[in-house]
């Protein structure tokens, strides 16, 4: 099971992951189920992740390369409506 926690607090967010793979009774490993992408000033991104771990480095993958490429729309150049 994972665990990804987000909490507001007065001072902004605390944010936290467990690093706990399992591929069997045997087979336990880790790997960091917080990315953290630099970004613009303007705005701080962070992925919490749970599922499918190939998925998940498939996602952060290539989250990462769009904004190394500048492709048009990417995590610097989104747009925040809210």
């Known amino acids: 099971m994972t665990y990804c ?3 507001s ?6 944010l936290v992951s467990d690093s706990r793979t399992n591929a069997g009774i045997d087979s ?3 790997y960091g189920k917080m990315h953290v992408f630099a970004t613009h000033p303007d705005r ?3 992925l919490l992740n749970a599922g499918n771990l190939a998925t998940t480095q498939a996602v952060a993958e290539q989250l990462r390369r769009d904004k190394h490429e500048n492709v048009p729309i990417n995590l610097n150049t989104v747009c925040k409506n809210f």
């Open 28 to 30: 336990v490993s880790t």
């Open 9 to 14: 607090v007065d001072e902004g967010l605390v």
């Open 5 to 7: 926690i987000a909490v």
């Open 44 to 46: 701080k991104l962070v």
